[in-house]
């Protein structure tokens, strides 16, 4: 059986020169990045030159970068310091958050710290007007406004610089969760109205178990975890050297070609919606349907016709890895609480679909092949 992966929102397959980059740091060059001999002054190296390249891509100081286990340590850093080094009172944010920003602003809202949720048009966009509403509302209160990038489930995707620009206009601090957008566009930090972005490295080729936070200079955030003076004093504990040495090498691959990769990878969506629409009928989408949204993800809901229910489970007997939601919840009996945000009333089965660099067409062609067979399935009358 021919098995297709189409759950790269999920997480991605390593590429082949990030195994071979990270090698070395895995095997001879072993030593504590904070020791002061030989060995420790080697990986101290590395990690310094994988800062840089990630500063040079993104065009920030390197001291800006602070390396960390992934997007959620690193959501969780901004959000907790946020309230309790920065003076904020008021944390304004959407519904559809990754659960590292929802659950978090819950917990934080449990201590006495104001949650404002923003409305949400029908695609998963934020109302900016409700945003200006809000920030006009709490000025000079202490407000962060916390927005993701684009959504990990329907890929809906905002104008940081419009949401920005509120922001520095109100005196608000800003922080958006870009774990599905950095490695797929480019960032100009330096520009971007932007106080905290974050990123996971394994969502563009890259390792596991390693990200980053981009703060700003001055934004004044202590560390969360203790009991070290690594990452310049922000984050305790020794580094993952072959982690990040592999997340610089993902990001340099990532950056070669980025709008030869976002040719690519949208023509393979836009593929598969155009199939999907041909062979089955009921079929449609959720969140954004412009090409302005996240181009590696593709939010199918299928007709509520009886043959959606075991849908999944169905697509992975035949071959077709995808999801029905965030993998962040994998084993959970919840459903998406994006979708029921957005279409509460809406029947069917919903599912994502991602693609990577590494997809191709006949991949996508023969998913949709699978999905028609299970349509047009005929019961067995017994």
């Not at 001291?63 to 309230?83: C, H, Y």
């Not at 993701?148 to 489930?153: F, L, P, R, T």
């Not at 004044?220 to 984050?235: H, V």
């Not at 279409?343 to 092949?369: C, D, L, Q, W």
């Amino acid at each position: 059986m021919n098995r297709i992966y189409l759950d790269n929102a999920a997480t991605t397959p390593m590429a082949p020169e990030v195994f071979e980059a990270m090698l070395p740091y895995l095997k001879e060059h072993f030593g504590n990045p904070s020791a002061i001999h030989a060995y420790g002054r080697r990986t101290r190296a590395a990690v310094e030159q994988a800062r840089r390249t990630v500063a040079r891509l993104l065009n920030c100081a390197p001291g800006e970068i602070i390396f960390t286990s992934g997007g959620t340590e690193a959501d969780n850093m901004v959000l907790k310091g946020a309230v309790r080094d920065l003076g904020v009172k008021h944390i304004i944010t959407s519904p559809i958050e990754h659960h590292a920003v929802e659950l978090t602003a819950h917990a934080l809202e449990g201590t006495g710290t104001r949650i404002h949720w923003l409305r949400l048009h029908a695609d998963g966009k934020p109302d900016l007007a409700h945003l200006e509403e809000r920030l006009r509302m709490t000025q000079g209160q202490g407000v962060l406004v916390s927005i993701m990038h684009a959504n990990n489930e329907i890929g809906t995707r905002i104008d940081l610089d419009a949401v920005g620009g509120l922001c520095k206009m109100y005196g608000a601090l800003f922080h958006s969760d870009t774990v599905q957008t950095m490695g797929h566009y480019r960032f100009d930090l330096e520009r971007t109205p932007v106080d905290f972005i974050t990123c996971a490295a394994h969502k563009f080729h890259g390792p596991k178990g390693v990200g980053f936070l981009y703060m700003r200079s001055g934004a004044g955030l202590k560390p969360m975890i203790l009991g070290g003076s690594q990452e310049r004093n922000m984050r305790a504990g020794t580094e993952n050297i072959a982690g990040i040495v592999g997340l610089a090498r993902a990001m340099e691959i990532a950056y070669e070609d980025v709008e030869g990769h976002q040719r690519h990878v949208q023509g393979l969506k836009d593929l598969m919606k155009r199939e999907l629409l041909e062979e089955i009928p009921g079929v449609g989408f959720n969140g954004d349907p412009s090409d302005d949204s996240l181009y590696t993800v593709l939010n199918v809901r299928f007709p509520d016709d009886g043959k959606s229910e075991m849908l999944l489970y169905n697509l992975d007997i035949e071959g077709v890895a995808c999801s029905g939601g965030s993998a962040c919840s994998s084993g959970s009996n919840k459903g998406s609480h994006v979708l029921a945000a957005l279409y509460p009333e809406r029947p069917g089965a919903n599912i994502r679909f991602s693609f990577s660099r590494y997809t191709t067409a006949a991949e996508v062609e023969h998913a949709v092949g699978v999905l028609k067979r299970i349509f047009q399935a005929v019961p067995v009358n017994t």
